[in-house]
Structures are given as C-alpha cells and as structure tokens.
T-cell receptor, first 112, second 111 residues
C-alpha cells in the first residue's frame, strides 16, 4: 500500500527555469509533509517541510504547496541551478505513527 | 558537531548469513531510526529506538532486529539473509522525531 507516491521518476529542466516536483498521498491523517534531497553516496538531507494546516511554505528558492482536498503537494524550485540535480523524496509524517513514509523519489536534472 | 555516521560503507554477504550494521547518532540526539532503500525506491521504515527501547516498527519480519546503546549509537542486525535484503540501509537520528538527520548509508549486497 503506497501511501505516498511520486509518479514522475525523472524531470529535466534548464538552468534558471522553474522545477516543479509533485507528490500525492492517500492518508488524511498525516500531520507534516517534508521534502528531502539526496546526492549519490550521501544520505537524504532535509530541504523544507509544511504542516498539514498550512497551504504554502517558502524558504529561499524553495516553495512547497499543499492542496489537502486533492491530497497533493508540490515543490517549486526557482530559479533552478545545476547543483540542484539530485533525487528528491517527498515524505509524510503522522504523529500517531511516529515514522516517515517516503515516496519513490524523482530524479531532477538541471542542465546548464 | 559530528553528523550521523554509519559503518561499514559497503558489505557483501551470502544468502543465509547474518549481518550487523552500525550507526553513530548526531551529538545530542536520543532517537535512531533505520530505513531500507531498495534500488529505485524510497526509504522504507524498519524500526525506531528511543532511549534504548524499540519505539515503533515497520512491516519487516522479526529477523530484522536492533539495539540502541547508552551513548545512543545503534545496531541493525539481519539474520538469515535473503537476496531481497540487498539494499541501502539508512540510519537517521533525531532529538525530535520529525526532524531526522540521515547518515550516508550502508550498501548491502546479498549473493
């Protein structure tokens, strides 16, 4: 039962343009949603999060949008830079579950 | 401040063998979580330890077991290895369970 899904395995974007990564979830009991970035041979690093009571959170070039009615969230990166090339994981946290549930990941490639 | 470290980096084992993976948590963190990341998939929660006790478990069989020590470092033990156990094993430490800091992982190959 895949409760968190990232349906796009990969995304290719030109430097300076916007990158939009998408994530869908099925469990309405999740309290927080997080995005992690992973480079090869490194562990995932926390990027940005959003509470389920918010619809937007912004941190520099990164903005996460949450649409609770559609059970959908997205990560916007503006402007995209070649150093953003990595695997991006969407994750969900439920206080009652006490664990992170991850999506399958999306490989982002930003071309110079 | 030292981050999360894991050892070994890579490991090759034969089906049926047992393996122990180790994790040193970040200074000040009392909670350790273990995840299995199969190729092309996201990390899957195995279990979590808080102050030396198991504090939550994912959908993994009992041959996956763990320990947490008084210094909050942790071990993941897998008995009777199967080919499907081949994966990247990630350890994450936290002081508040939501904000987890991951180590670089141990790549386990079972042949």
């Amino acid at each position: 039962d895949q409760q968190v899904k990232q349906n796009s395995p990969s995304l290719s974007v030109q430097e300076g343009r916007i990158s939009i990564l998408n994530c869908d979830y099925t469990n309405s009991m999740f309290d927080y949603f997080l995005w992690y970035k992973k480079y090869p041979a490194e562990g995932p690093t926390f990027l940005i999060s959003i509470s389920s009571i918010k619809d937007k959170n912004e941190d520099g070039r990164f903005t996460v949008f949450l649409n609770k009615s559609a059970k959908h969230l997205s990560l916007h990166i503006v402007p995209s830079q070649p150093g953003d090339s990595a695997v991006y994981f969407c994750a969900a946290w439920g206080t009652s579950y006490g664990k992170l549930t991850f999506g399958q990941g999306t490989i982002l490639t930003v071309h110079p | 401040e030292t981050g999360v470290t894991q050892s070994p980096t890579h490991l090759i084992k034969t089906r049926g063998q047992q393996v122990t993976l180790r994790c040193s948590s970040q200074s000040g963190h009392n909670t350790v979580s273990w995840y299995q990341q199969a190729l092309g998939q996201g990390p899957q929660f195995i279990f979590q330890y808080y102050r030396e006790e198991e504090n939550g478990r994912g959908n993994f069989p009992p041959r996956f077991s763990g320990l947490q020590f008084p210094n909050y470092s942790s071990e993941l033990n897998v008995n009777a290895l199967e080919l499907d156990d081949s994966a990247l094993y990630l350890c994450a430490s936290s002081s508040q369970r939501l904000e987890q800091y991951f180590g670089p992982g141990t790549r386990l190959t079972v042949t």
